[in-house]
């Protein structure tokens, strides 16, 4: 958890802080699908250990769900952090407690249950 609490907060405060670094790192794969850079290189063994983590953290969580919820939690940081101006309204990224608080609810949701409606049907009978 706190890897990953690691991970999310570094990616989300480097892309803020740095935009424009950011973007160059994407800019091939913004302009022309190019996705053969050292970032997508470097950060493709990325994606699979957080799917790994998530898998070796919840109990009978499939691989299917697991890279699911790992592309929802990797778009949530990465999105508002390249794109801040569209949420700046939203004003809930503004402060660094705001921003990890975000980034703790996105773990827990990462590391949630594996199947919340079948807990939800159990608790009700």
Known sequence: RARL??????????????PRLSKAQLHAAFSGEDYSGPFFRMFAPVLGQVRDLARSEVPGLSESVATRRTIATLSAVLFPALFSGMFAPLAVL?????????VDALVEQLLSEATPAAQRRKQRS
């Open 94 to 102: 503004e402060s660094p407690r705001q921003r990890r608080a975000y």
């Open 5 to 18: 609490q690691q991970l999310l907060s570094y990616l989300l405060e480097g892309s803020l802080r740095f």
